[in-house]
């Protein structure tokens, strides 16, 4: 009999154990019993009804104890017969390894990007069940169990707090960071391409797409932190095509709404990295380096081409370097031709000196000269700068050219300079030259302002070589008589002040890279070859770069602010005059010419910064500042910031301030208004006044009128040319200005809506200060200024004024703003202005007049306790040229307003006459008039100019005799002459009975007949008899 296992036997003993047993042939000493069933046919059927069918196990030899409990050595699984257990391998472990129940594969869970699997289970909703989410979602994909929540409850607390997101740009875009530059001139191989584009582990800061919010405690952060690493290496092992396939693929699983909400949220980080990791892929890709070196490695009449093909490559081959240099790639290729470049770059000068010129070969000679601008801007330690961007750091480009390898190209583009503007007295050779002479300036700009960013060089070298620069060549050129023939040539090729210059044919885009009429560019425009705007604009440049830097320079370079042209090309752009209509090319030639503007008034800025002296054409340079903001289209709202900080609310650029200005505005006014005043309520203490706050106005403006902050750091980027932060190049048509044409009113436009918006009628913050700086600004444009306002009608003013008293009850009172307002007025009331003032026409930014006087009205009936000056404001609009609507509004529905219309004749800013005359046909205003003398509700004494104007319209009425009248209007007219005849109040009975004509200088407002003349004499008489016989007629 064989023993029975004991303590310590292994599996394998008990396996031996076994083998024996079955080899023994021995009875079992264990009897197992099965229960029948329906299928074991005569063995069931002999078993008694009565017995149990429980299976029973029988035991022989049982001991009464139970076996002492001994650690035993682990077990291991039988091997199959087909597959022997290796020696060195736990079963156990494999066990593990393979196993696939629920439960290993829930304790082994961890977050994982799911957004590369496609979906497609139907949306569940009421469900008890969750929806199905992507992991990249932060307030849903919490797939890891947290305390005692399952998986379900978490996402159900979810969907309670908040709605689903969409993928933002951030979690489909990988986190790339700026390439460190090559160091090798070979193509690289594609884990080089993948280093350049991603860098090392160490720039990745941090895990953008997994946050480890799902997780509680402090294995959250590690946990994201692990998988963070896992898709860092996984993107290390990808190359750059890979990368950017795998990103058009996420793409394009998202929704239409989910994608356009990928680009709308963060477009000008995730668009510039696109652009830069596209820009390196095109560089190498396709085997464009090769291609690079072969075309320029040789010079075009080497290479064994037509030379029309060969000059047009080797074109191109710079262009395309040039624009990888601007993302910072490329610039490896520099050290490698190197020697190429420069045998280039010495030719020029005698490739300038042969006659004919051609044209390509300036193409290519200005795309060398681009090419090397890039590269010297590459050497700027700009880039290196600490900045408060995130996402700069992966923009900005990293390049391998150091100042060193640049530094020696000055004096060959400058030589390349000087033999081109050998050719200035000779237009025809001058316009031969293209763009080589604005290169070469382009060029001196990049250089000097890299220059003067190297913090390891001694300052004084660049400050004495651009006094050489100033001294050699462009003092000379300031003095050129050629030069003053460019700046008097602006006029006839702005879009501006030549309508002809922009083509009336439409304009067809052929290709992304051309912008052609169906009839052809006009033969004068700014785009044309024989335009000045390109060299210009390139020597201001050069001259606002060298201002900025040497100050010292500054009274020398302000020699072309003074020049004749400059200034008749800036009064014919300030000039009233009729915008040229915006088409893809007007609005891509404005924009040249806008900038060409800025750079005038920014060195202009400068100079008066550094040499505050009055000039002849400061009043000028003002006032082109102001158009120009004014005109600005969208874009450029880093140009309008810059006007707003700079020259447009300078105290330099107000010489009315030191020159008597504000003496001569009070002179004005007394010789207008006929009496001395108050001299320090007067026009001149508001102007000045008003220049002592210029700092405070200017904060105004720049709180109320700059753009939101994203616009204006993608136009800084675009005017500075950092391509890297720019997200396109491709501008929208523009349909209207950057800023409204009523800019200098905004601040109190906005006032108006922020007060109109609040609840209780509580006034936004600051209201006295936004109120007081807008109306002094705009006081001194109407006093110094007036062109500036030239696009904004009279009658728009008067509604912008009027939106002072409607803000809130109290701010009309302030003596400062009562001061401020009547000024305005008072220019607003000049005869030479009066005759423009029209409130029937539709007005820029308001819907309709006659409601926003219904709305003045009854402000005015409520709060204003009988203001002169706000009375002023309502009886202004009652004109007799202006609606009837108006009108009407007071007298049918405004009755009560009449008994605060206090305002005495004299005070009453226009003439008397605009209000009596022509006489008033509109019937229904009659009877008004009428009802209101002779119930009492429009006395003398409570508002005596309505009460005058009444009473004129009514005497005009009752003694007209004409025999077209209907007979409507006759019957009227006997019954009004009738009950005046019979009017107990006898004062009320001889104003309207002898009037004679309106005179504010007397008591009542207008003169009486001591007799009636003998027309209206018999008219009345015969009146009168009427009533003695008939009686009086209802009106």
Aim: overall charge negative; hydrophobic content about 40%.
């Amino acid at each position: 009999m064989l023993s029975r296992p004991k303590p310590g036997e292994s599996e394998v003993d008990l396996l031996h154990f076994q083998s024996q047993f079955l080899a023994a042939g021995a009875a079992p000493a264990v009897q197992l019993v099965k229960k029948g069933s329906k299928k074991s046919g005569d063995a069931t059927r002999d078993q008694s009804p009565l017995q149990d069918h429980r299976d029973v196990v029988k035991l022989n030899d049982l001991p009464d104890l139970p076996p002492a409990l001994v650690p035993a050595p682990p077990k291991r699984a039988r091997p199959s017969l087909g597959c022997p257990l290796p020696e060195d391998e736990d079963p156990e472990e494999k066990l593990n390894r393979h196993d696939q129940h629920i439960t290993a594969v829930l304790t082994k869970i961890i977050e994982r990007d799911t957004s590369s699997v496609t979906v497609n289970l139907p949306v569940p909703s009421g469900v008890a069940f969750p929806a199905v989410f992507h992991r990249s979602q932060e307030n849903r994909g919490k797939l890891v169990t947290s305390g005692k929540r399952s998986i379900f409850a978490q996402e159900i607390a979810a969907r309670r707090v908040s709605e689903s997101r969409v993928l933002s740009a951030e979690e489909v875009v990988p986190n790339l960071d700026p390439p460190e530059g090559a160091v090798t001139c070979e193509t690289p191989t594609p884990r080089d391409q993948r280093d350049h584009i991603l860098g090392n582990s160490h720039s990745f800061q941090g895990p953008h797409l997994i946050t480890g919010k799902g997780l509680r405690g402090q294995e959250a952060q590690q946990e994201a932190q692990t998988i963070h690493k896992e898709n860092v290496a996984r993107l290390q092992a990808m190359d750059p095509e890979e990368i950017l396939q795998e990103q058009q693929r996420l793409l394009a699983q998202l929704g239409m709404g989910a994608r356009l909400s990928s680009w709308d949220q963060n477009c000008k980080f995730q668009l510039a990295l696109i652009t830069r990791l596209s820009a390196y892929l095109q560089l190498n890709s396709f085997d464009l380096r090769s291609h690079l070196c072969r075309f320029i490695a040789e010079a075009p009449q080497e290479l064994p081409l037509p030379p029309e093909e060969a000059e047009t490559l080797c074109t191109e081959a710079f262009r395309l370097w040039a624009v990888a240099a601007s993302y910072g790639h490329g610039s490896e290729l520099y050290r490698e031709l190197y020697p190429v470049l420069m045998r280039a770059l010495q030719a020029v000068p005698m490739e300038l000196s042969n006659h004919p010129l051609q044209r390509l070969s300036m193409q290519r000679i200005a795309s060398l000269l681009t090419l090397l601008t890039q590269l010297t801007l590459a050497a700027s330690n700009t880039c290196n700068e600490s900045t408060s961007d995130p996402g700069v750091y992966l923009s900005a480009p990293t390049s391998s050219v150091t100042w060193t390898q640049v530094s020696g190209l000055q004096p060959l583009v400058e030589s390349c300079l000087k033999q081109a503007l050998k050719l200035l007295p000779r237009p025809e050779m001058w316009s031969a030259l293209g763009p080589v002479p604005t290169a070469c300036l382009l060029f001196l700009n990049a250089y000097y302002q890299t220059w003067s960013q190297q913090p390891s060089l001694c300052p004084e070298d660049w400050l004495q070589d651009m006094e050489r620069l100033l001294e050699e060549l462009l003092l000379p050129l300031l003095s050129q008589p050629p030069l003053s023939r460019l700046w008097d040539s602006l006029r006839h090729y702005s879009p501006l002040c030549n309508l002809l210059s922009c083509t009336p044919a439409p304009e067809a885009l052929s290709s992304l890279v051309s912008l052609r009429c169906t009839g052809g560019c006009p033969p004068v425009s700014l785009a044309g070859s024989a335009s000045p705007f390109p060299f210009l604009t390139a020597l201001l440049s050069l001259f606002n770069t060298l201002a900025q830097i040497h100050k010292g320079i500054c009274g020398q370079l302000a020699a072309v602010l003074a020049a004749p042209g400059l200034q008749n090309y800036f009064l014919q752009c300030v000039a009233p005059g009729t915008a040229p209509h915006l088409t893809p090319f007007s609005a891509w030639a404005l924009r040249h010419e806008y900038h060409l503007q800025y750079l005038v008034l920014s060195l202009a800025q400068k100079v008066a910064a550094f040499q505050p002296v009055l000039t002849t054409n400061t009043a000028l340079l003002h006032a082109m500042a102001l158009a120009l903001l004014s005109r600005l289209l969208p874009g450029s709202e880093y140009l309008a910031q810059e006007l707003l900080l700079s020259c447009v609310f300078r105290l330099e650029f107000l010489p009315e301030y030191a020159s008597g200005g504000p003496e001569a505005a009070d002179f004005s006014d007394r010789l207008s208004l006929g009496s001395s005043g108050d001299h320090q309520c007067g026009r001149g203490a508001l102007l000045v006044q008003a220049c002592q706050d210029l700092p405070s106005i200017r904060s105004c403006y720049l709180t109320h009128c700059l753009p939101a902050r994203a616009s204006l750091l993608a136009s800084q980027a675009l005017h500075r040319g950092v391509l890297q932060q720019v997200s396109t190049l491709l501008l929208p048509v523009p349909k209207e200005t950057l800023l409204p044409t009523d800019w200098p009113f905004l601040p109190l436009i906005q006032l108006y809506h922020q007060a109109s918006d609040t609840p209780s009628g509580v006034p936004p913050v600051d209201t006295l200060g936004t109120a007081m700086r807008v109306l002094q600004w705009v006081l001194v444009l109407e006093s110094w200024r007036p062109e500036a306002l030239w696009t904004v009608p009279p009658a728009a003013r008067l509604a912008r004024l009027m939106c002072v008293f409607l803000v809130d009850s109290e701010l009309f009172r302030e003596i400062p703003v009562q001061r401020l307002v009547a000024a305005l007025l008072a220019r607003l009331c000049q005869p030479q202005v009066l005759p423009s003032l029209n409130l029937d026409c539709p007005l820029p930014g308001l819907t309709s007049f006659p409601d926003l006087y219904a709305s003045f009205l009854e402000h005015f009936e409520a709060v204003s306790f009988g203001d002169h000056l706000f009375g002023a404001l309502v009886l202004l609009p009652l004109q007799r040229r202006f609606s009837v609507t108006l009108r009407l509004a007071l007298f049918g529905e405004h009755v009560g307003a009449l008994r605060a219309l206090g305002l005495p004749l004299n005070q009453l800013p226009v003439s008397l006459e605009c209000y009596t005359g022509p006489p008033e046909d509109n019937l229904a205003l009659l009877q008004l008039y009428f009802r209101t003398l002779v119930t009492g509700a429009l006395r003398p004494h409570w508002c005596p100019v309505l009460y005058a104007v009444a009473v004129a319209h009514v005497n005009s009425f009752i003694f007209s005799q004409d025999p077209k009248s209907s007979d409507e209007v006759k019957a009227v007219q006997r019954s009004m002459l009738q009950r005046t005849w019979l009017l107990a109040d006898e004062c009320l009975r001889q104003h309207l009975l002898h009037y004679k004509l309106p005179s504010s200088s007397l008591p009542e407002g207008f003169e009486l007949y001591s007799q009636l003349p003998p027309l209206r004499q018999q008219h009345l008489q015969r009146m009168a008899s009427g009533v003695l016989q008939n009686g009086v007629s209802e009106t």
